[in-house]
């Protein structure tokens, strides 16, 4: 759980401040920590809040309108947490080593190799393709197969027969 000491404070008409509660602060924290896992109306309860009425201030508490204070620090807290978790490239490739060193330390060669997989598939070394046939072969006529297999020859005429130095130029391929 993230301790945080900022102080929000917004003056109202009368002069007084007005500053997030230790159980709105709570709340805020619960619902970011547990986003997706726990309604409002959980965190609200956890939180300290009445079970009577917990739906309602856990609605009123996320409404700008009405708590702009707390809505803001859930934002803020969002924020904080996206980028203490964010997937970047770096991050990626060491985690998927370590959990690699881990299995081969406790001998799961399986494990190792799928991860040491993910990796090379992280970095853009493997190309995963995938075809898509519909209909089926046996409904063709000799001379439609024929046909078709004379054009996959003819499309991939290079790669079946050249080498890397006669491919002077590249197609698209749909």
Same mark, same amino acid.
């Given at each position: 759980?993230?301790?945080?000491?900022?102080?929000?404070?917004?003056?109202?008409?009368?002069?007084?401040?007005?500053?997030?509660?230790?159980?709105?602060?709570?709340?805020?924290?619960?619902?970011?920590?547990?986003?997706?896992?726990?309604?409002?109306?959980?965190?609200?309860?956890? /939180?300290?809040?009445?079970?009577?009425?917990?739906?309602?201030?856990?609605?009123?508490?996320?409404?700008?309108?009405?708590?702009?204070?707390?809505?803001?620090?859930?934002?803020?807290?969002?924020?904080?947490?996206?980028?203490?978790?964010?997937?970047?490239?770096?991050?990626? %490739?060491?985690?998927?080593?370590?959990?690699?060193?881990? /299995?081969?330390?406790?001998?799961?060669?399986? /494990?190792?190799?799928?991860?040491?997989? /993910?990796?090379?598939?992280?970095?853009?070394?493997? %190309?995963?393709?995938?075809? %898509?046939?519909?209909?089926?072969?046996?409904?063709?006529?000799?001379?439609?197969?024929?046909?078709?297999?004379?054009?996959?020859?003819?499309?991939?005429?290079?790669? %079946?027969?050249?080498?890397?130095?006669?491919?002077?130029?590249?197609?698209?391929?749909?």
């Amino acid at each position: 759980m993230l301790t945080n000491t900022l102080c929000y404070v917004k003056s109202q008409a009368m002069g007084v401040p007005k500053r997030l509660t230790e159980m709105q602060m709570k709340f805020a924290h619960l619902l970011v920590i547990s986003e997706g896992r726990k309604t409002g109306y959980e965190c609200a309860i956890e /939180a300290g809040y009445e079970k009577d009425r917990a739906r309602i201030t856990s609605s009123e508490l996320q409404n700008p309108r009405k708590f702009p204070l707390v809505v803001k620090y859930m934002g803020e807290l969002r924020e904080e947490y996206q980028k203490k978790y964010a997937v970047t490239y770096e991050r990626h %490739i060491s985690e998927l080593a370590k959990i690699r060193m881990d /299995a081969l330390k406790k001998g799961a060669w399986s /494990a190792a190799v799928n991860a040491e997989v /993910a990796r090379g598939k992280a970095a853009g070394l493997y %190309i995963e393709q995938k075809i %898509i046939r519909t209909g089926k072969i046996d409904d063709l006529t000799r001379d439609e197969l024929e046909r078709r297999m004379k054009k996959v020859l003819d499309d991939n005429e290079l790669i %079946i027969n050249g080498s890397a130095e006669d491919i002077k130029e590249t197609k698209k391929i749909n």
